[in-house]
């Protein structure tokens, strides 16, 4: 098994007293950012990048990874105790966590979500092991036609899974293939949508996108809410999580079952949020106790919270291995390694094995020391939360300020970003989804220049995605991803009939 | 009162047609820019223009079917996008958010930002003067230290601190 070795090689990487702080660091950091309103994994990471610029790709990315795994931990406290979720993926997290609260089993509900969270992202981190070196073997023989359908079926899934909203889906993912468009074009050399702006030159940055649409937007509709915290206490005791992880194994297939929704949710770019969703409806209709959900089941706990962490997890196998984010998250991290002069996709498994397998071993102990940090840190994080809003929210606009401006210490970004959050308010609150027009707005260049590839092998042929059976396969894959909304209201006017 | 607090600034579905109209214009920019630089084929490939023009069209064609579908949805017309008193709080942040970015420029970003934390304390916290200023300088201070210090990351500064040599 030469992944085996490869992991073994990996741990040497990531275990160096430098790369286990920062593992530390970026959990707790990650739980704090998880936790406050307005901080997610996505922007918490994109403000944070700029700083890790000096650092070597490997140890910055391990940082980063932590970050992400924090803040998909702290998503759960708020829910738990102050029925707050504090990331969109947690919000099923509410619908059993909160009652068990309320019920004084705060303790219990808690170390049920971490715990489950834990075993969701270890069974994530298991399959990527295993999968990514494949999945990337296979993707060495892809040209540009097979990557442009691999693009074409992210973004197509994006529109087959959103419920209802597939037309909000589409206008918000291509305003962000739009806004990739905006600057020099480099391979034509010609000036697209800039109209005389130099600012524009180099066209919007992704970062400041997400730090504005996901950290002011929040803030806003947040203030707009109206904020009150009047939470369950947090205790958990040594005897609570004994009792608790006693009480876990029964409930073992529907871990098994929300793993697996949630690594197919997060390799097919569905994400985090729909699989909780997802897990929570399979595991009430499947349980024994399903009638009783929604009252204060440890099970209604056990299965979004694995689902969740798994897609979260599993989000950044095709990342890795294709180069195609599976979440708003998993594309800010693309961003990184970009920056930091790797590129993405099958090559990165041949050419840079320290750096892949040292991240893919970080996985592992970053998962462990976030479920340590968080069992025992629980009353500490939990008091963040009563920092009362009119002192937090603005320090956090400080935080997204900073944030923007590091980005190419520019002012010009910051005034961008504020623009970005009252867009991201209101597109929010009409429900075009955010998620894909950050998608759009990084692979955009990518995702073109294979298109023109593609093209210029055919020479101007559309019929070259359909010419072989592998890339064909993935168009017509993606076409029916697209149409499925459609195809949906087909079905149901033939069998009504 | 607050019969008045509870009126809405707008119906959601007036702002969803305004969202989709703005979208809509948006789409039409991508277009007519796409076409400037050519958006066919030329003599060595496709042109600039050529993947941004379908861009654009799908922008104008999802948009003009949301905005068509809100004009005929009779639940979104009577449903509030934000409320009068809602309304007034997002505006309480953003406002002064705007004025504070602008402030940046002008004053540095250490000033403006104890300036900006100290006046959300004491209007929406109602906060004594001496924690006020305890909190909002004290935050000011450490993200100094952090920033300029710890990581050597220079942000934008003003008069205050070359007057205090600290540029």
């Known amino acids: 098994m030469e ?377 500490l994080f939990a008091a963040i939360l009563r920092i009362p809003f009119s002192i937090i929210a603005p320090v956090i606009i400080v935080i997204c300020a900073i944030g923007a401006y590091t980005v190419h210490n520019s002012m010009f970004d910051v005034y961008l970003m504020l623009v970005f959050g009252v867009a991201g308010y209101v597109l929010r609150k009409l429900d075009y989804p955010l998620a894909p027009l950050v998608l759009a707005l990084v692979l955009g260049d990518r995702a073109e220049s294979a298109f023109r590839q593609a093209m210029l092998i055919s020479q101007g042929n559309v019929s070259i995605f359909f010419s072989k059976a592998l890339v064909g396969g993935m168009t017509t894959l993606a076409l029916v991803l697209l149409f499925w909304p459609l195809i949906q209201i087909g079905l149901r006017k033939v069998k009504g009939v | 009162m607050s019969d008045n607090n509870e009126r809405p600034v707008a119906t959601t579905r007036t702002l969803e047609l305004v969202v989709a109209a703005l979208l809509f214009l948006i789409g039409a920019v991508v277009i007519y820019d796409s076409v400037r630089l050519g958006a066919r084929w030329g003599d060595d490939g496709p042109q600039a223009g050529y993947f941004p023009f379908y861009v654009g069209l799908l922008i104008c064609a999802a948009t003009a079917a949301v905005f068509f579908r809100a004009l005929s949805d009779k639940m979104k017309a009577a449903k509030a996008f934000v409320t009068r008193a809602a309304f007034g709080q997002v505006l309480w942040m953003l406002v002064p958010s705007i004025v504070y970015v602008v402030l940046i420029k002008a004053i540095g970003i250490y000033v403006a930002s104890t300036i900006f934390i100290a006046f959300f304390m004491r209007r929406l916290g109602r906060y004594p003067w001496a924690s006020t200023v305890a909190v909002a300088v004290g935050v000011s201070v450490v993200f100094f230290l952090l920033f300029e210090v710890w990581f050597k990351v220079p942000l934008p500064k003003g008069p205050l601190e070359s007057w205090l040599g600290l540029d």
């Open chain 1, 3 to 379: 992944e085996i070795g490869s992991l073994i090689h990996g741990f040497a990487v990531a275990l160096t007293p430098f790369n286990l702080m920062l593992m530390l660091v970026g959990v707790v950091l990650g739980v704090i950012i998880g936790v406050l309103p307005g901080l997610g994994g996505a922007n918490g990471v994109a403000i944070l990048l700029p700083l890790t610029f000096t650092m070597p790709p490997t140890s910055a990315i391990i940082m980063l990874s932590c970050i992400y795994w924090g803040a998909l931990f702290g998503g759960a406290i708020t829910s738990i105790l102050f029925n707050i979720p504090g990331e969109p993926w947690s919000v099923a997290t509410t619908f059993d966590g909160y009652p068990l609260g309320q019920k004084g089993r705060a303790g219990t509900a808690l170390t049920a979500a971490f715990t489950s969270s834990f075993v969701g992202a270890l069974i994530a981190v298991i399959v990527i092991t295993f999968l990514s070196p494949i999945v990337a073997n296979f993707a060495l023989q892809f040209g540009p036609p097979e990557f442009f359908a691999v693009y074409l079926l992210t973004f197509c899934a994006f529109v087959g899974m959103s419920k209802g909203q597939a037309l909000k889906t589409i206008a918000s993912m291509m305003v962000g293939f739009a806004l990739a468009a905006v600057g020099l074009d480099t391979v034509t050399g010609s000036l697209r949508l800039t109209f005389g702006f130099t600012e524009l030159l180099q066209g919007f940055d992704f970062l400041i996108a997400v730090i504005g649409l996901f950290g002011i937007g929040e803030i806003l509709l947040t203030l707009e809410e109206g904020l009150a915290f009047k939470g369950a206490s947090a205790k958990i005791n040594l005897a609570v999580v004994k009792q608790t992880w006693q009480e876990l194994p029964r409930y073992w297939l529907t871990s098994l079952r929300s793993s697996a929704v949630g690594c197919f949710m997060g390799i097919v770019p569905g994400g985090a949020t729909p699989a909780s969703f997802m897990a929570y409806g399979v595991a009430k209709r499947f349980s024994p106790d399903g009638e009783k959900f929604g009252t204060g089941q440890v099970e209604g706990v056990v299965a979004p919270e694995t689902a969740a962490h798994a897609a979260g997890t599993s989000a950044l196998l095709p990342m890795l291995t294709l180069g195609v984010p599976g979440s708003p998250t998993a594309a800010v991290l693309l961003g990184g390694l970009l920056i930091w002069g790797l590129q993405p996709g099958p090559l990165l498994f041949q050419e840079q094995k320290e750096f892949v397998w040292g991240l893919i071993a970080s996985m592992y102990l970053g998962n462990i020391a976030g479920l340590i940090v968080v069992l025992t840190c629980v009353p």
